[in-house]
């Protein structure tokens, strides 16, 4: 018998932001992993897949992804305002990050600005990268890393 599922589970708020998102928001997330995973110099399967998932929990079609790499990266876009869902794209960026098992400076120097234009301090993105990395090495599951970063005394 399995065990009953949670029903007060509170829905992932990047899905709500992005079922109003504007195109250029789009756009803008799919640049923003898309620069993280390429500021390196090569961009391997297992960064695409992870941008792929991100895209897809997110409700970013391919058709989205696809029109995004044709269009030009936005100049300026409205990031979210829920510290949530802001959190849980700068953990969508981060694991594209370490998704190929390595850290490269130019990609925390993408993490970085991306995290900034996200409102997050320096300090803030430092540790939300190491918290990454710490969980490719033990396998914590994304929400415990969200909970954490909201437990650790960061306010919107």
Avoid: Y
Avoid at 9 to 33: I, N, Y
Avoid at 113 to 125: D, Q, R
Avoid at 128 to 147: K, N, T, W, Y
Wanted: glycine share 6%; charged share 25%; aromatic share 2%.
């Amino acid at each position: 018998m399995n065990p009953p599922r949670c029903a007060n589970r509170t829905p992932d708020p990047r899905v709500q932001w992005f079922a109003d998102a504007s195109e250029e928001q789009k756009r803008a997330v799919v640049h923003a992993l898309l620069a993280v995973a390429a500021s390196d110099g090569t961009l391997v399967t297992p960064e695409k897949t992870v941008i792929a998932e991100a895209c897809g929990r997110l409700g970013v079609s391919s058709l989205d992804v696809a029109t995004a790499l044709a269009s030009p990266i936005p100049e300026s876009v409205e990031a979210p305002r829920d510290r949530r869902a802001r959190t849980a794209l700068m953990l969508d960026a981060a694991a594209v990050m370490v998704a190929d098992h390595r850290i490269d400076d130019r990609e925390l120097a993408v993490l970085l600005m991306v995290g900034k234009s996200l409102g997050f301090s320096t300090a803030e993105i430092g540790d939300l990268a190491a918290q990454v990395a710490g969980a490719l090495v033990s396998s914590q599951r994304r929400e415990v890393i969200i909970d954490r970063m909201l437990g650790d005394g960061h306010t919107s």
